[in-house]
Structures are given as C-alpha cells and as structure tokens.
C-alpha cells in the first residue's frame, strides 16, 4: 500500500517546519520507500508497516502541539510493489509518448 500523509501541529503557532521536520525524519528512518513534497508524505509497505510510521510520525508532531490534525490518504493494491515509482514512470512515458 502506499499512504501519502500530512501532519499539522495545531496550536504550535505559524512555523511548524521543526514539527514536520521530526514526522518526516520518523519516516525516513524507517527504511520504508517514501517520498517527501510540499504538501504530503508518502511511504509505502505493507499495512501494519505504514501505518506504524504514520502513528509514529503523528507521536513526534505532538511532542511539538496538543493536538494534531491528520489527512491521509491509501492506495490499497495487493500484491503491487514499488507502486510510488512505477505509477510516476508510467504517467513520464505517456507524456513523453505525446511530445
């Protein structure tokens, strides 16, 4: 599965960059395929895998806030690996395809 995630610290005032940054560095430490943009995280694995780096990512934003607000969003696809880049290479050939 692939999860991609967002976590915001409520309450943490208008920076929340040190409070992202420990969410982010959980999932990086997990050895887990993952991928970082602007506005989500996504990592991917199996089930129990995800979303134990997502509760722990969502743990070490709160150390920073109360409460913490979650998105996520899962692309549940049994049996798929490396679906965060083989899903982007498809759509790179197809527009490469039209060029």
Do not use: Y
């Amino acid at each position: 599965m692939i999860v991609a995630f967002s976590v915001t610290p409520i309450g943490a005032g208008r920076h929340v960059g040190k409070a992202v940054a420990d969410a982010v560095r959980v999932v990086r430490e997990s050895g887990l395929p993952n991928r970082t943009d602007a506005m989500f995280t996504s990592v991917e694995g199996e089930w129990d895998q995800v979303m134990d780096v997502v509760k722990r990512a969502v743990e070490a934003a709160q150390r920073h806030a109360e409460r913490v607000s979650v998105v996520l969003k899962a692309d549940i696809n049994e049996g798929v690996t490396d679906g965060m880049t083989s899903k982007v290479r498809t759509v790179e050939r197809l527009l490469a395809d039209e060029e």
